[in-house]
């Protein structure tokens, strides 16, 4: 079993920045993807961003790329989303999740860490 836990979430202003974090415990394999999904309210959940804790490759949703930064810390085991120029649209629940086994890809869920809810607003 992997434990995912987000931290970080809060209140943030239009074009401000916020950082979230996500810690990693448990039984994990030896190569393993970290992703960060989005959901909005009423919506479904979407990754975002995704990294791997080996070569540290990334993907990203186009709609945050120029924005959001995600990065891995292998000996912590920690993954963090640094979100800049934060938008109206961005608010909702972040959750980390990660997989069993690595495909290569953004993981598909089967571990899922709590969700923090991050709220854009002025």
């Known amino acids: 079993q992997v434990q995912l836990v987000e931290s970080g979430g809060g209140v943030g202003q239009p074009g401000g920045d916020l950082r979230l974090s996500c810690a990693v415990s448990?039984?994990?394999?030896?190569?393993?993807?970290i992703g960060w999904y989005f959901q909005a309210p009423g919506k479904g959940r979407e990754p975002i961003a995704c990294i791997s804790n080996s070569d540290s490759g990334t993907y990203y949703k186009d709609s945050v790329e120029d924005r959001f930064t995600i990065s891995w810390h292998n000996a912590k085991k920690m993954a963090y989303l640094q979100m800049n120029v934060l938008k109206p649209e961005d608010t909702g629940v972040y959750y980390c999740a990660t997989d069993r086994d690595y495909d290569g890809s953004c993981p598909k869920g089967d571990f899922w860490g709590q969700g923090t809810q991050v709220t854009v607003s002025s």
């Open positions: 448990g039984s994990t394999p030896d190569y393993y993807a």
